[in-house]
C-alpha cells in the first residue's frame, strides 16, 4: 500500500512517524497533516462499531481563553449563551468549551471553523481587561479513543476514577496518563479526546494502546471516525 506524504505546506502531526509506520494515509486538510485511513476505511468503520478505534485528532484548533473569573463567565455567556464551570463541558457554534479551572477555558473545534470565534475575541478584548487568548494547536496534541468499547479502555486507563463509574467524573477531567498530565474530554460513552503536550504524544499514545489491547483498539483515520460519527447520530431516537 502506498502511503501518501503530507501535503506541501501541511502542518505534520507529533504523531505522523508512528502513523506512517502503521500505514496511515495522511491528506493535508486546512494547513494540517490528516491521517485518513490505513488503507481500508470500511474495515476501520466495523472496528469502531463493534470494538474500538485509536485516532490522531491533533488537526484540530485548540485555544486557551483566560481572563478573571466573572469576567470570563460573562465572556461565555455573551459567546455561547451557557454557563461553564470547572470539569464542565458546552457545545456551542462547532465548539467545544471546556472548562479547566477558575478563569481559564480550552475551545476546540475543526480547522476552518474557528475564524468566527477568533474575529469575536479579538472583538472582546476592548471589553475584558486581562483577556489572554493563546493558539496551542501546534503546542497540543489530540488522540481520540472511539467506538462501542470506549468506556473500557478509559477505565482500564484510571479515567473514571476508583469506582470505575463515569458519571462520577466531570466531562472535562485530568487524568495521568503514561505519567503524562493529561486533559480528557469526554464527549460520550463512545468517544473521548485527550489533550497532551506535542512532545508527550508519542508516550501517551502507546500507554492507551496498551491499555485497549484487551479490548482490541485498533488504529482507525478520518473517514471512518466521521461514518462512525454519522452512524451515532441517525442512530439516535428522534
Keep these: 500500500m502506498s502511503v501518501y506524504a503530507p501535503s506541501e505546506g501541511a502542518s505534520s502531526s507529533p504523531l505522523a512517524p508512528v502513523l506512517r509506520q502503521a500505514g496511515a494515509v495522511f491528506s493535508g486538510r486546512n494547513g494540517r497533516s490528516t491521517p485518513l485511513h490505513y488503507g481500508c476505511a470500511a ?9 474500538v478505534g485509536l485516532l490522531d485528532r491533533s488537526d484540530l484548533t485548540k485555544l486557551t481563553i483566560e481572563a478573571p473569573a466573572e469576567q470570563l463567565s460573562r465572556l461565555i455567556a455573551r459567546l455561547t449563551g451557557g454557563t461553564l464551570a470547572p470539569g464542565g463541558t458546552l457545545f456551542a457554534g462547532h465548539h467545544w468549551w471546556c472548562g479547566a479551572e477558575p478563569g481559564s477555558v480550552i475551545v476546540l473545534c475543526e480547522r476552518g471553523l474557528d475564524a468566527g470565534l477568533r474575529a469575536r475575541l479579538q472583538a472582546e478584548r476592548r471589553y475584558v481587561a486581562g483577556l489572554v487568548v493563546e493558539d496551542r494547536s501546534d503546542a497540543w496534541a489530540a488522540i481520540a479513543v472511539i467506538g462501542r468499547r470506549t468506556g473500557e479502555v478509559l477505565r ?9 463509574d463515569p458519571r462520577e467524573v466531570p466531562p472535562f477531567t485530568a487524568h495521568t496518563v503514561g505519567a503524562i498530565e493529561t486533559w480528557w474530554l469526554l464527549e460520550s460513552d463512545r468517544l473521548a479526546l485527550a489533550l497532551v503536550p506535542h512532545d508527550d504524544a508519542g508516550r501517551v499514545w502507546r500507554a492507551i494502546e496498551r491499555a485497549g489491547r484487551s479490548s482490541g483498539i485498533s488504529y482507525v483515520g478520518l473517514e471512518a471516525a466521521r461514518r462512525y460519527s454519522l452512524l451515532q447520530r441517525t442512530a439516535r431516537p428522534s
Excluded: K
Excluded at 156 to 164: H, K, R, W
Design 43 to 51: 474495515g476501520e468503520l466495523a472496528v469502531c462499531v463493534t470494538g
Design 156 to 164: 482500564s486507563l484510571g479515567v473514571y476514577g476508583e469506582s470505575g
